[in-house]
């Protein structure tokens, strides 16, 4: 059997070599728990070396920023789980926020039934879930076109968010920890989503379990208290841990739908 050292150099090569290594895989190649897997990949992802990924891990610089198209197909019934439990907060007539991704579409689609609502987004996604809504006003945020996200940053949707504010702000993210924040593969997306978070009186991120505790990218979004990250109940309890500890409120919810 190989040595604990040996065994994580292992990992780090797989993961270089095929882009992707499943948990479940390693386990049954090298013979260990599950759970000795995940420590090898929690410890190489402080490292620097792998993100985590749902399942598994990925050699950092490996894979280039994912499309939004190839984002809405990952943890699905983990984002429309965050996704119900989000839209449950929201009432009729408040101003609500949404940023761009995967997971607040989702959430966007779950709204589309309300009425007396207001919302803002920069998201392209969610201006075309809510454009038949007629309950819903809709406002968007110009500026530039990220095609690989397909949403809208610069100063013009800055400058635009200056003269707002909102009941509630939904965020999504490429990646969160306690520490840092928001990661994303962009600075222009981390300076967005820090004025959108100061523009709301009670602001969310919306990250499945598979986005906590990994850095991917190298920009930052760091968000001033109160704030509360939604996640499925797939979340390492360290991680949650984690954030509970440095006063973020954490919302688990269940992957069936039932509110955590």
């Not at 797989?14 to 728990?33: K, M």
């Not at 997971?103 to 007396?116: C, I, Q, S």
């Amino acid at each position: 059997m190989l040595s604990a050292s040996a065994r994580r150099e292992e990992i780090y090569h797989l993961a270089v070599t095929t882009g992707l290594a499943s948990v479940e895989e390693l386990s049954t190649r090298f013979d260990v728990t599950a759970s000795t897997i995940r420590r090898d990949l929690a410890l190489l992802n402080s490292q620097g070396r792998l993100a985590r990924t749902y399942g598994g891990a990925m050699a950092l610089g490996a894979h280039p920023e994912a499309s939004l198209r190839q984002r809405t197909g990952e943890a699905f019934e983990q984002k429309h789980a965050i996704a119900r439990w989000a839209a449950s907060e929201v009432l009729a007539g408040e101003n609500i926020l949404l940023d761009a991704g995967s997971t607040v579409g989702a959430l966007a689609h779950e709204l589309r039934g309300f009425v007396r609502l207001s919302v803002t987004t920069p998201g392209i996604n969610t201006m075309q879930e809510l454009a038949d809504s007629e309950g819903i006003e809709v406002d968007c945020l110009g500026g530039r076109l990220r095609s690989v996200s397909q949403s809208f940053v610069g100063p013009l949707a800055e400058v635009a968010l200056e003269r707002m504010s909102f009941d509630r702000v939904f965020l999504g993210a490429d990646a969160v920890t306690a520490e840092d924040g928001i990661c994303e593969a962009d600075h222009a997306q981390t300076r967005l989503k820090e004025l959108m978070a100061r523009r709301g009186s009670n602001v969310y991120v919306l990250a499945d379990s598979s986005k906590l505790g990994v850095r991917p990218f190298h920009a930052w979004a760091r968000l001033a208290l109160p704030w509360t990250l939604v996640t499925d109940d797939g979340a390492d309890p360290e991680q949650v841990r984690k954030f509970t500890d440095t006063g973020v409120g954490v919302q688990v919810v269940g992957i069936t739908g039932e509110l955590g």
